[in-house]
């Protein structure tokens, strides 16, 4: 038997197995193309998964080594409470009848059945994209949040906040049927996890010994450098891989051509933002920075993820460069003139290239009938559609993140004292230590 016979042998076999064409009482269950479907699904959404590590070790790398055990427990918490909340009562809100003029869904809250394999494949693959959403701010407040309040935190955004919105595009409510393009996410996940990061970082305030007054009144920024870059760069990289999920399996189908697409221009994309986010802290800084590189590969990602299936490769270049460069003056501009401490860029990368990227739909989209961009022959009717759609979903998830974390402040408090944070949050929060028998310098 060749090679090639093996492989196909084997593929169909795995194909029998998982979707047979009989069950016990003899009625059809599965046909190739939903079995390929189910595999393909299950299969994106575990590369997806694996994206929750990226975000652990990108964090925990860029930050101190007193805040790591901090950092891998709200990430892992994320996907937890997330988990169990998302299907609770964000599914019902997200993919549920349509209400209120296409608001909001009702129906399927804690749906508890036990034969709907389609449920259980759609729901498995949308609970790690509500994930992401979530653990986004992990980056943005950390070194100085209270445990527990970030855990009321993850409860509220995977249960109201990112399914509401989620609802608005992908749910079939109001600005989808206005024609509003996001193919995977960059306005339904990242630009929502992006704007609570923005404000949580704003409401919670800088970590301690981050700015100076200067004689002039100024405030002045003080760099505070990661602990293990080699760390952050590899879960740059688990990001990366886990993207091929993120964007690959929303065509949804395990037979749609469109898979190739978007896969090569999620590549460029990427490798795009990351040149130019090295070009640009070359000039800016004298030296080729790793953190902005790696920053400009995720901003790269961010931005291609609503176009990726609309665009050519050229296209993907193109919106990759301009994130890139986007990204390394975002952080210059957020931390020195607006005075808000993200420890890892989180809403440079996620809420400006997410923007960045939805917008881009509306000039660079090259499909006919889905998304026709300015630039091939649209006008701006597409890129009009976009504009409001950045918009309401920015009204939506700022006014709530606002709110959220104002009553969490209120209520509980969001800050750990300023001895703890000097301590650290590994010991003052959790009583470990990421790095026994080392010495961990806790005054900055």
């Not at 896969?263 to 990351?274: D, E, F, I, P, R």
């Not at 026709?372 to 918009?391: D, K, T």
């Not at 800050?415 to 230590?433: C, F, N, P, Q, Y």
Request: proline share 2%; hydrophobic share 50%.
């Amino acid at each position: 038997m060749s090679k090639r016979l093996f492989i196909a042998a084997v593929f169909m076999s795995a194909a029998a197995v998982l979707g047979f064409a009989q069950d016990s009482g003899g009625a059809a269950v599965w046909g190739w193309n939903e079995s390929l479907d189910m595999i393909w699904l299950f299969l994106g959404a575990s590369l997806v998964f694996v994206m929750q590590a990226g975000f652990a070790l990108v964090e925990t790398g860029l930050t101190r080594a007193k805040n790591a055990v901090n950092i891998v427990m709200k990430n892992m918490m994320d996907f937890c409470i997330g988990s169990l909340v998302y299907w609770a009562v964000g599914w019902g809100l997200m993919y549920g009848a349509d209400r209120a003029g296409g608001l909001f869904g009702v129906g399927s809250f804690f749906k508890n059945v036990m034969d709907d394999p389609v449920f259980y494949r759609d729901w498995f693959f949308q609970v790690v994209f509500a994930a992401t959403s979530a653990t986004i701010v992990s980056g943005a407040v950390a070194e100085r949040t209270q445990f527990k309040s970030y855990l009321i935190y993850t409860v509220f955004i995977s249960a109201l906040i990112y399914p509401v919105s989620g609802h608005w595009i992908w749910g079939g409510g109001w600005l989808s049927k206005l024609g509003f393009y996001d193919f995977a996410g960059s306005t339904v996940v990242h630009s929502v996890g992006g704007w609570a990061a923005l404000i949580g970082a704003a409401v919670i305030g800088p970590r301690t010994g981050k700015y100076t007054k200067g004689q002039n009144g100024k405030l002045s920024p003080k760099a505070i450098p990661g602990h293990n870059i080699p760390l952050a760069m590899l879960g740059v990289f688990l990001l990366w891989f886990g993207w091929y999920g993120f964007n690959g399996a929303s065509t949804l189908s395990g037979s749609d051509s469109t898979i190739a697409r978007v896969c090569v221009t999620t590549t460029l994309g990427a490798s795009a933002g990351a040149i130019a986010a090295l070009c640009t802290s070359w000039i800016l800084f004298k030296k080729p920075d790793s953190s902005m590189s790696m920053n400009g590969a995720l901003a790269g990602l961010v931005a291609i993820t609503a176009p990726c299936a609309v665009v050519t490769p050229g296209g993907a270049i193109a919106i990759g460069l301009i994130a890139g460069v986007l990204v390394v003056l975002a952080v210059e501009f957020i931390d020195k003139v607006l005075h808000i401490d993200d420890p890892v860029g989180a809403s440079s990368v996620h809420l400006v290239c997410g923007i960045w990227g939805t917008l881009a739909v509306g000039i660079w989209g090259n499909v006919e009938g889905t998304a026709r961009g300015l630039l091939h022959g649209g006008g701006f009717a597409q890129l009009g559609r976009q504009a409001l759609g950045v918009l309401s979903v920015g009204a939506w998830a700022g006014l709530m993140s606002l709110v959220l974390f104002i009553v969490i402040k209120a209520a509980t408090g969001l800050r750990v004292t300023r001895k703890e944070e000097m301590i650290g949050l590994d010991i003052s929060e959790h009583k470990a230590e990421a790095y026994t028998g080392f010495q961990i310098f806790s005054n900055m």
